[in-house]
């Protein structure tokens, strides 16, 4: 984010941070799936945390389950270890938070958080970029000021969107016009240089979805709220996951930002995928080469090196869907020389694998098989960071 949201709010107007006691919403309309996660941050008493909910429509009925909450968090600048955590629990219905305030102030700091359920074959992670324990990655915000055709007619000053939390009465508002199948994400507002007017705004809006909130497999809607708890809900015109575009038209200032499940449960983004025996899926590939049988990809967050590599490495037009240790018969530094084949999400059309060695030698691997949700790749390297792209 461009800048710490906070102090972007500060003098303006006093906004009650206390997402602790946020209700999710919970549509029970047909087809929705059982569990359904978004993780947004909130200051509380002090402390910054991140927060993970279950916006899914079942409730009590998911907390038959065995839950599992990996929390891991590593500095950028020394690739330092300050969170490991682990948790088992049933009631995954209550929300799950995580302290950042103890990650110090200087600290630039890349959190990851796994919440999965192997019952239910479930997973969801999502990772944020904490700046210090004031500054999370993870809000409302311009594309760019270019992006964005805003307007009233009159006024020419600064267009700004960002976090922030909405009173009882618009929640209230939010829920009773939330469509069938649709979930409560987040909240924002939209003003001219950080002053919250009623002034009409029309023309196109493109904001950045909350890392917390960004899945492949959703679609988004845009609820304005306008003077007089007029309602406007608008639908996403642009293809891009991280992103929300609305052509909005209203007097006001405040929005949420609802999403559905394209499907009628959740796709298994996160769950770990162990290693398939890749006989009969793989075409056009050399019979010498052994399959890796005894290899295993484990989710698992990389340093700031690695990070930077498979930024700079990614081809044009993919993006980054998850990192991995590559372990082979339960080692991580060891040669890897054969085919493995792994589980991937749905929502993408191709798929690449990033692999980095203990030297910093980079490969970027194709798919090599053309069954939906696995990918198969020819590997060659001693290391084991890796990450799954696509496009």
Known sequence: MKNNILNRLAGIIVVAMVALFVIPMSAKA????????????????????????????LGNQVNSFNWNITEQAVRL???????????????????????????????????????????LNYSYTVNFTIKNDKNIGDAVDLVAPSSTVLCNGQNNGTIDAYSNELGELAKATVKAFTPAGYMYACDGAVSYNYQLDYSNKSGLLCLQLPEGVQASNRNYKLLAIGQGGVIALYDDLDLNPNTITAN??????????LYAETGAAPVAVGTPANLQNASGSVTGVTPALPVLTNAKFVEAPQGAQCMNTFAAFTPLGYRGIKTYNLVLNGVNYNAKNGIVTMNVPAGYTDYKLITVDGKGTVAVLDDMDALPGTATFAVNFNGYAVELIGR
Not at 34 to 53: N, P
Not at 96 to 111: A, H, R, W
Not at 250 to 257: L, R, T
């Open 248 to 257: 909005v038209n209203f007097n006001g200032f405040a929005f949420s930002i």
């Open 30 to 57: 047909a087809g929705e799936p059982q569990v359904s996660f978004t993780s947004t941050w909130c200051e509380y008493k002090g402390s910054t945390f991140i927060v993970a909910r279950n916006n899914g429509s």
């Open 77 to 119: 600048d020394t690739g330092a270890v300050v969170l490991n955590y682990n948790e088992s629990r049933k009631n995954i219905t209550d929300p799950i938070y995580v302290n950042t305030s103890t990650f110090g102030e200087d600290q630039k700091v890349f959190l990851s958080i796994i919440i999965s359920c192997p019952e």
